[in-house]
C-alpha cells in the first residue's frame, strides 16, 4: 500500500520556469491538499479540493495553480517560479473530516 | 482569521522524562484536533487525534488533553525516549469539510 505518493524528489528550477509537482493517493479518500513547509513558518496551505471536481485557496495560493485530475490525482503547477517559492512541498489526502496521510515531498530550490 | 499558536518552538529533555507542548486556537467552532511526528527528510505522520467531544485520549506514551473553555490542547509524551526526537506539529480543523491549519512546530530533542 503505498499511501501518497509525490513526484519529483527534488527539483532545481531557474527563475521563471515552470514545472508541475504531481501527487496521487490509493487509499480512495474524497479530499487533497498542498501544503509547503519552510523553516520557521510551519504548514502553510497553498490550495486543497475537498472532493473531486472542488479546488479551493488556502493561506498562500500566489503564483501556484492546481488540478484534481481524478479522484486520485492531484497536481501542483508554478507557472513562473521565484526564488520565495523555494521551499519543501507536502501533499496530503483524507477523508472529510479526518486527519492526513501526507507523502514524502518535493524539495524544491528556485534559483 | 483562523489561527493555532504552537509554544515552546524548541524543547530539550532528558531521556525518561516527560515532554508537554501546548497549542492554542482561535475559533471556538473547531471540532478536530491532530498531532503530527515529523522525522528528518519524511513527511509528517499521524500520530494521535482527539474531537471537540473528549477531553482527554491515550495512547500508549503519547496522550492530548482538551480545554475548549480556554481553547488550548496539549500533547504529552511519558518516558521520552531518543527516538522521539523529532518535529512535532499540532492543528486544528476550524469548520467541517475544510483543511487543517498547522502550528508552527517544536523540535523536540531527547538525549540519553
Known amino acids: 500500500n503505498a499511501g501518497v505518493t509525490q513526484t519529483p524528489k527534488f527539483q532545481v528550477l531557474k527563475t521563471g520556469q515552470s514545472m508541475t509537482l504531481q501527487c496521487a493517493q490509493d487509499m480512495n479518500h474524497n479530499s487533497m491538499y498542498w501544503y509547503r513547509q519552510d523553516p520557521g513558518m510551519g504548514l502553510r496551505l497553498i490550495y486543497y479540493?475537498?472532493?473531486?471536481?472542488?479546488?479551493d485557496k488556502g493561506e498562500v495560493p500566489n503564483g501556484y495553480n492546481v488540478s484534481r485530475l481524478n479522484k486520485r490525482e492531484f497536481s501542483l503547477r508554478l507557472e513562473s517560479a521565484a526564488p520565495s517559492q523555494t521551499s519543501v512541498y507536502f501533499c496530503?489526502?483524507?477523508?472529510?473530516?479526518?486527519?492526513?496521510?501526507f507523502g514524502s515531498g518535493t524539495r524544491l530550490t528556485v534559483v | 482569521g483562523e489561527n493555532v499558536e504552537q509554544h515552546p518552538s524548541t524543547l530539550s529533555v532528558q531521556e525518561g522524562d516527560s515532554a508537554v507542548i501546548k497549542c492554542t486556537y482561535s475559533?471556538?467552532?473547531?471540532?478536530?484536533f491532530p498531532w503530527y511526528k515529523q522525522e528528518l527528510g519524511k513527511g509528517p505522520q499521524l500520530i494521535i487525534d482527539i474531537r471537540s467531544n473528549v477531553g482527554e485520549k491515550k495512547d500508549q506514551r503519547i496522550a492530548v488533553t482538551l480545554n475548549k473553555t480556554a481553547k488550548h490542547f496539549s500533547l504529552h509524551i511519558t518516558e521520552t525516549q531518543p527516538e522521539d526526537s523529532a518535529v512535532y506539529f499540532c492543528a486544528a480543523r476550524f469548520q467541517a469539510g475544510t483543511a487543517l491549519i498547522f502550528g508552527k512546530g517544536t523540535t523536540l530533542s531527547v538525549s540519553s
Open positions: 479540493s475537498a472532493s473531486e471536481g472542488t479546488t
Open positions: 496530503a489526502s483524507s477523508d472529510l473530516n479526518y486527519g492526513y496521510t
Open positions: 475559533d471556538s467552532a473547531s471540532n478536530y
